[in-house]
């Protein structure tokens, strides 16, 4: 008996971010859209050959978006906002560049508001978010892109002369609903409407030689009520044909209270993921029980969200026990919803002598479910490779600042003296092609210590004359000197190891570099505080220093997945990050930002585990704050989760003002702080920076007009939703000094 392996999706940025420079190129029209296309197709056959060069009996694919698979499939099934006009005339590829930024290629319509981003469960991946009409109709379908990939996969397989099984991946029906907005009150009441769609896609993969489906429904980790749990049964009864042969994908948690709904679809297999669960062979022995005899159990066992190998030894406990009872029932496969949340190819690194042979990206996750497979087979002996991380609790347990927000921030205003709606900037100011040189060049010894520090000055002196032209209240240094908020701490603390080339997509081209926890983590030197000095000295106004808080830093650094491992490392960056607070602050600097935009998206995905989450989410944070006096002012920011479940944590957080994203969302967080309230000083993002379009001053007053509503004028910032990182220098000045006016305009109209 044989047992069939494969992934659940593989990363599409290249080993060398091919994806990124294509696409980047040709959105600023340096090259037209053949040579594009031939870029991005070449990272796809690479994908494909990998899978056949692993081994895998299985070749996945229909995972390869330009952008976003959500987006993908959301433009295949027809789906137009009306604030897009003109979309219909451009052709696939253009139209979810149009969707996705709110600027179509061409200049030829209007910019428009961009799909709302939001993180994909608890993952720094980001999603673009379906936007679902009152009556959507399905009419307008395109499947092209889906086929083309499915032919392309084909014909790799021809010309290697190889046959394997292929397998295509969608979004399942029940998950892409649930991850939608609508406009009706019950999302569920477009399922009747979709699954025609659905039918008539899985039909046409059929006819084109397509094996299996892989429906992703990562909401079967949820705790799911009985109106969705109705609702995926009545779902797959109306999704029975064949061919191809269904699999449905779980993943991220165990499949808890829906364990049953879900081994009990009428499909030909299920996949579970067994590396977020401290018990492993108890939950696979759970499904196999649930599961009917005829059914297949593909079973995740190697990690796609951690780059450490794979543990032999637990997974051939694991699968040996499911091999006896499943024989050729059993697949192997990767655990998370795809490889895109790892590196590439670790064969681009140079790994330190004390991680060899411990560590493992996507490629080579390739060859460890093969192996697995033969682990489960008894074709292969474990080895103890696996490894583990000793950590030193934090001796004195969490701490917190002193003193209420209330006479805080009176004694702030008292010292600071701002005006009625401060304006200010979320932290980072562009990242020019001049930086980028200038870094490469001093990392690879072409620049000397001297000259790199005095380019950073000269970007750091500009980002500080520019605020100081268009009139911005409190101003930050613009992070010349940072590749990205967390990669930047970590490369200053013990505990972390920073690869050269581990590039991860976080959403489009926008790809991030996670650090890699090795050991304790401690800060054995300051971070940002000359940086952050020099700034002070060039203006009179306050300057922000600007910190990485806890809770992001470990959320987007390759980490123990286990809770207990997770509280220590929290705290003990904390305590780094407290340190440095203590630092600024006796340098001078009044104004302290301790960003945590991934302060929800560590949120386990059950509601018995949350509470514990939020404890220590909460405690981590105000540690990190509790050196502040009580005249420095402490800002936090927050930006593309659903904030909306908790209010109440982020208020105990005790930050005195938090800059919070709103516009991507249509001001719907707004409605949260109606109905929960928020206590202290907040800034809802006028604007989004992550589109190329740039809003009006009217635009932006929208969001102040509707916020003021629910919270005092004197508690309330102006800012953009984050950082300026990745726009350029005219269109940064042009939309701030929108802001500027915007500000200019409320202050006249409500400072009465």
């Given at each position: 008996?044989?047992?069939?392996?494969?992934?659940?999706?593989?990363?599409?940025?290249?080993?060398?971010?091919?994806?990124?420079?294509?696409?980047?190129?040709?959105?600023?029209?340096?090259?037209?859209?053949?040579?594009?296309?031939?870029?991005?197709?070449?990272?796809?056959?690479?994908?494909?050959?990998?899978?056949?060069?692993?081994?895998?009996?299985?070749?996945?694919?229909?995972?390869?978006?330009?952008?976003?698979?959500?987006?993908?499939?959301?433009?295949?099934?027809?789906?137009?906002?009306?604030?897009f006009s003109g979309a219909e005339t451009l052709d696939t590829f253009d139209r979810q560049f149009y969707f996705a930024r709110g600027r179509d290629h061409t200049g030829q319509f209007s910019d428009t508001a961009a799909l709302q981003m939001t993180k994909w469960f608890d993952t720094n991946y980001h999603y673009l978010v379906p936007e679902l009409a009152e009556n959507q109709s399905f009419d307008h379908t395109d499947f092209s892109q889906i086929l083309k990939q499915v032919n392309d996969t084909k014909a790799i397989l021809n010309s290697k002369g190889v046959q394997k099984e292929l397998k295509v991946v969608l979004v399942g029906p029940l998950t892409f609903l649930y991850l939608a907005n609508s406009k009706k009150a019950d999302k569920l009441e477009h399922l009747d409407a979709l699954l025609p769609v659905y039918a008539d896609l899985l039909g046409k993969l059929g006819d084109n030689g397509v094996d299996w489906v892989q429906l992703d429904e990562p909401i079967l980790s949820l705790d799911l009520d009985n109106k969705w749990q109705q609702a995926f049964e009545r779902a797959y009864n109306g999704l029975q044909r064949t061919p191809p042969k269904l699999i449905v994908a779980s993943y991220f948690d165990t499949l808890g209270n829906n364990c049953?709904?879900?081994?009990?679809?009428?499909?030909?297999?299920?996949?579970?993921?067994?590396?977020?669960?401290?018990?492993?062979?108890?939950?696979?022995?759970?499904?196999?029980?649930?599961?009917?005899?005829?059914?297949?159990?593909?079973?995740?066992?190697?990690?796609?969200?951690?780059?450490?190998?794979?543990?032999?030894?637990?997974?051939?406990?694991?699968?040996?026990?499911?091999?006896?009872?499943?024989?050729?029932?059993?697949?192997?496969?990767?655990?998370?919803?795809?490889?895109?949340?790892?590196?590439?190819?670790?064969?681009?690194?140079?790994?330190?002598?004390?991680?060899?042979?411990?560590?493992?990206?996507?490629?080579?996750?390739?060859?460890?479910?093969?192996?697995?497979?033969?682990?489960?087979?008894?074709?292969?002996?474990?080895?103890?490779?696996?490894?583990?991380?000793?950590?030193?609790?934090?001796?004195?347990?969490?701490?917190?600042?002193?003193?209420?927000?209330?006479?805080?921030?009176?004694?702030?205003?008292?010292?600071?003296?701002?005006?009625?709606?401060?304006?200010?900037?979320?932290?980072?100011?562009?990242?020019?092609?001049?930086?980028?040189?200038?870094?490469?060049?001093?990392?690879?010894?072409?620049?000397?210590?001297?000259?790199?520090?005095?380019?950073?000055?000269?970007?750091?002196?500009?980002?500080?004359?520019?605020?100081?032209?268009?009139?911005?209240?409190?101003?930050?240094?613009?992070?010349?000197?940072?590749?990205?908020?967390?990669?930047?701490?970590?490369?200053?603390?013990?505990?972390?190891?920073?690869?050269?080339?581990?590039?991860?997509?976080?959403?489009?081209?926008?790809?991030?570099?996670?650090?890699?926890?090795?050991?304790?983590?401690?800060?054995?030197?300051?971070?940002?505080?000359?940086?952050?000095?020099?700034?002070?000295?060039?203006?009179?106004?306050?300057?922000?220093?600007?910190?990485?808080?806890?809770?992001?830093?470990?959320?987007?650094?390759?980490?123990?997945?286990?809770?207990?491992?997770?509280?220590?490392?929290?705290?003990?960056?904390?305590?780094?990050?407290?340190?440095?607070?203590?630092?600024?602050?006796?340098?001078?600097?009044?104004?302290?930002?301790?960003?945590?935009?991934?302060?929800?998206?560590?949120?386990?995905?059950?509601?018995?585990?949350?509470?514990?989450?939020?404890?220590?989410?909460?405690?981590?944070?105000?540690?990190?704050?509790?050196?502040?006096?009580?005249?420095?002012?402490?800002?936090?920011?927050?930006?593309?989760?659903?904030?909306?479940?908790?209010?109440?944590?982020?208020?105990?957080?005790?930050?005195?003002?938090?800059?919070?994203?709103?516009?991507?969302?249509?001001?719907?967080?707004?409605?949260?702080?109606?109905?929960?309230?928020?206590?202290?000083?907040?800034?809802?993002?006028?604007?989004?920076?992550?589109?190329?379009?740039?809003?009006?001053?009217?635009?932006?007053?929208?969001?102040?007009?509707?916020?003021?509503?629910?919270?005092?004028?004197?508690?309330?910032?102006?800012?953009?939703?984050?950082?300026?990182?990745?726009?350029?220098?005219?269109?940064?000045?042009?939309?701030?000094?929108?802001?500027?006016?915007?500000?200019?305009?409320?202050?006249?109209?409500?400072?009465?």
């Open positions: 008996m044989t047992v069939q392996t494969h992934i659940l999706g593989y990363p599409r940025i290249g080993d060398k971010r091919q994806t990124k420079f294509a696409l980047e190129k040709y959105w600023a029209g340096k090259q037209d859209k053949q040579a594009t296309l031939a870029q991005i197709q070449a990272v796809f056959d690479t994908n494909i050959n990998d899978q056949i060069d692993a081994g895998l009996s299985v070749v996945t694919t229909g995972d390869f978006a330009h952008y976003d698979l959500v987006l993908t499939q959301a433009t295949a099934f027809g789906i137009v906002p009306p604030r049953n709904v879900a081994c009990n679809l009428p499909v030909s297999g299920i996949h579970i993921d067994v590396t977020r669960t401290s018990q492993p062979k108890q939950y696979v022995t759970q499904v196999i029980d649930h599961l009917p005899t005829h059914k297949i159990l593909s079973i995740g066992v190697v990690d796609g969200r951690s780059v450490w190998t794979t543990n032999q030894v637990l997974t051939q406990e694991i699968l040996a026990k499911a091999y006896t009872k499943l024989g050729d029932r059993l697949w192997v496969g990767s655990s998370g919803s795809s490889l895109l949340h790892l590196p590439v190819d670790l064969t681009h690194e140079n790994v330190p002598e004390n991680l060899q042979g411990k560590l493992a990206f996507a490629k080579q996750k390739l060859a460890e479910v093969v192996l697995s497979a033969k682990l489960a087979t008894g074709e292969a002996a474990a080895s103890q490779n696996a490894t583990q991380i000793e950590l030193t609790a934090y001796a004195d347990g969490a701490k917190v600042r002193e003193g209420k927000f209330d006479e805080r921030y009176a004694s702030q205003q008292a010292k600071l003296n701002l005006p009625l709606f401060p304006t200010t900037t979320i932290g980072s100011f562009p990242q020019t092609q001049e930086i980028r040189k200038a870094r490469a060049d001093w990392k690879k010894g072409n620049l000397s210590d001297e000259l790199y520090q005095k380019a950073m000055q000269d970007e750091i002196h500009r980002a500080v004359d520019e605020q100081e032209k268009l009139g911005i209240d409190v101003l930050v240094h613009g992070e010349a000197e940072r590749t990205d908020m967390v990669e930047y701490f970590a490369q200053y603390m013990d505990g972390f190891w920073v690869s050269q080339n581990g590039w991860v997509q976080s959403y489009g081209t926008r790809c991030v570099r996670p650090p890699i926890v090795v050991g304790n983590i401690s800060r054995p030197t300051a971070m940002t505080v000359e940086w952050t000095k020099f700034a002070q000295s060039l203006t009179n106004k306050p300057m922000k220093g600007m910190l990485t808080g806890p809770v992001t830093i470990l959320n987007w650094s390759f980490a123990p997945s286990d809770s207990a491992t997770r509280d220590i490392l929290r705290l003990q960056i904390a305590e780094a990050i407290n340190q440095e607070v203590s630092d600024l602050q006796d340098a001078g600097i009044g104004i302290i930002q301790i960003d945590e935009p991934a302060f929800r998206e560590g949120l386990p995905l059950k509601e018995a585990a949350k509470n514990h989450y939020w404890q220590q989410a909460v405690a981590a944070f105000r540690h990190a704050s509790s050196s502040a006096y009580p005249v420095t002012q402490i800002h936090t920011h927050m930006c593309y989760s659903s904030f909306h479940d908790c209010l109440e944590h982020i208020l105990a957080m005790d930050a005195d003002v938090i800059t919070i994203e709103t516009a991507r969302s249509g001001l719907q967080l707004l409605d949260a702080f109606k109905e929960n309230g928020y206590h202290n000083a907040i800034g809802p993002g006028v604007y989004d920076i992550h589109s190329p379009r740039t809003p009006s001053a009217q635009n932006m007053q929208v969001v102040i007009d509707e916020a003021i509503k629910y919270i005092p004028k004197e508690r309330l910032w102006v800012n953009p939703d984050c950082g300026l990182k990745t726009r350029g220098w005219s269109e940064t000045i042009l939309a701030l000094q929108n802001m500027m006016d915007m500000t200019q305009k409320v202050r006249e109209v409500y400072g009465k």
